[in-house]
């Protein structure tokens, strides 16, 4: 069974993605902690040493869609904060899957 034939589940899609999140934080300076389980309002915790700032990141991925002359768009619109979120001013960080580039919704 060659790679290309072989699924991916939403979950393992997911996991892919956070990590490629740890990554990004790491290379832009941040010390990062990874919530181990696939439930949460949180799925990294990342310290920002120099302004001493603690931020709580919920990973998203980009939609994309295809336009009649075959361009490709792609929206960071996802389902609102829940409750908890917002209480604990969670930030999301949107990636970018044609992009392989990650955005902070403050940036959108």
């Known amino acids: 069974m060659g790679r290309d034939t072989l699924k991916v589940s939403c979950k393992k ?3 892919i993605i956070e990590i490629k999140a740890l ?4 290379d832009n300076g941040f010390e990062v902690f990874r919530n181990e389980s696939s439930v949460g309002p949180v799925d990294i915790v990342a310290l920002d040493i120099k302004k001493n700032e603690v931020i709580l990141i919920d990973v ?4 994309i869609s295809k336009s009649i002359d075959g361009s490709h768009k792609v929206s ?3 389902k609102p ?6 209480d604990l001013s969670v930030q999301f960080l949107f990636y970018d899957k044609i992009g392989n580039t990650f955005t ?3 940036d959108i």
């Open 76 to 78: 960071f619109s996802t």
């Open 23 to 26: 990554s990004f934080l790491l």
């Open 60 to 63: 998203k991925t980009s939609g």
């Open 81 to 86: 904060k829940t409750e908890i979120q917002k």
């Open 104 to 106: 902070w919704e403050k």
């Open 13 to 15: 899609k997911g996991d």
